[in-house]
């Protein structure tokens, strides 16, 4: 099947596989490594990505489901060598240690704070609760995803970026 998708921004056309899984998709056709395949099984949260500005585990979802569509990456979030607020907050509250599923958590937590501007800390864990870390403990997540929303609160630009 022959689609159109817009990812990070750029447009592309491809010839796909019916079955091909939007996350090999990205990975093995685009470059986009940053799209980390998990568990395969949709239950850890490593592929999730931006499908029409929501999350999802792109390895639950087909690439000829994204025909017509837009999908943004992890890749896709910086700007002009600048980190989004979301991934600036990571790294300064040290929301990682072995790194492999901090770019779902940062995906997530970009959907999350664009339904709840102001997340408590419980909310927080709700939100991110289908993406799973095996070295952290959350606490750090949460404390980066709290300031994330206070910065895109305090900078009304940086939301709009974040919204697209």
């Not at 939007?22 to 949709?42: F, M």
């Not at 490593?46 to 999802?56: E, G, K, P, Q």
């Not at 927080?124 to 895109?152: K, P, S, W």
Request: hydrophobic letters at 35%; a negative charge.
């Amino acid at each position: 099947m022959r689609i159109t998708v817009t990812v990070d921004g750029t447009q592309y056309t491809d010839d796909v596989e019916p079955r091909l899984l939007l996350v090999h998709y990205l990975r093995d056709r685009l470059g986009k490594v940053g799209t980390v395949v998990g568990c395969d099984t949709s239950n850890c949260g490593a592929c999730t990505v931006l499908f029409d500005d929501r999350s999802v585990k792109s390895c639950s979802v087909l690439a000829v489901q994204t025909d017509g569509h837009s999908v943004t990456t992890v890749e896709g979030l910086a700007e002009d060598g600048n980190l989004h607020p979301v991934q600036e907050a990571f790294r300064e509250k040290h929301a990682l240690q072995c790194g492999f599923c901090t770019p779902g958590m940062i995906m997530a937590t970009i959907d999350l704070l664009s339904e709840n501007s102001d997340p408590n800390d419980e909310d927080v864990r709700h939100g991110l609760e289908g993406n799973l870390c095996r070295c952290t403990g959350y606490q750090n997540i949460v404390a980066a995803a709290r300031d994330a929303a206070q910065r895109l609160r305090e900078n009304p630009a940086a939301t709009e970026e974040a919204a697209r």
